[in-house]
């Protein structure tokens, strides 16, 4: 570290807008590099770690404390590529959400341009006859509900199941998403959001706030990811350096 400007804990502390001790609990996790030490055992500091702060401040803020914690400490192992791996996981992640809102999006559209219709009779379907009425068998919906995407009744005295219109309009829509290749785990966000949300008007304003908030946070992924690209930029080697120690005390204590 000898050619690079000393930083105090606290002209960290000051950069991050944290207290000195946070600084140091960022070294212990791995977020910093090791620091080096003066022959009295206080923390020095360089332009490594500022440059480690600022990439993971600016990681936290799209990724997560967690996952940019794991990230730089992952760096600081010596472990590029699995660094870089932990922010691919994290972006496809974040791409899982889109196709399921877009689920929700496109069963909305259904919803508007397909009124449920009245059912045959009243005090409820059986199981067959919404089979027929959608044009699958039984057994689909059976694995339907195995699956948590339909929630029929029963009646008390014969068990037998028992939907009513909310449900024969969550089963056309299972089985038109299903027709779209959606799997499970995309239509059953669309089905929890329309039952929490209690219909199509109030689910499509939470499925547009979602979406502006991904866009946000995408970009702010992005921004994280290319603060990682310069920070890896700046210093291919000596991550993973155990700090040196050095004869002189004048940089405050550690």
Sequence with gaps: MTNERRLRPVDLARL???STQQIRNYEDAGVLPPAARTASGYRVFGETHRG????YRTLMRGYGPVTATAIMRT?????VPGALALLDAAHAALHEERVSLRAASEALELLAAEPPAPLPRSGGLRIGEVAVLLGVRTSALRVWEGAGLLMPGRERATGYRVY??????DARLVHT?????YLFDQ????LEGLRREGGSAALRAAVAARGEALTARSRVM???AGALHAYLDACPDGLTAAGATTGSTA???G
């Excluded at 239509?187 to 669309?190: A, D, E, G, N, S």
């Design 75 to 79: 760096l600081h192992e010596g472990d």
């Design 164 to 169: 009513e219109p909310a449900d024969v309009r």
């Design 177 to 181: 998403l299903r027709r779209s290749h």
């Design 52 to 55: 480690a702060l600022l990439a």
């Design 187 to 190: 239509i059953r966000p669309v």
């Design 251 to 253: 940089d405050g204590h």
């Design 16 to 18: 991050a807008g944290v």
């Design 222 to 224: 992005i921004e994280g």
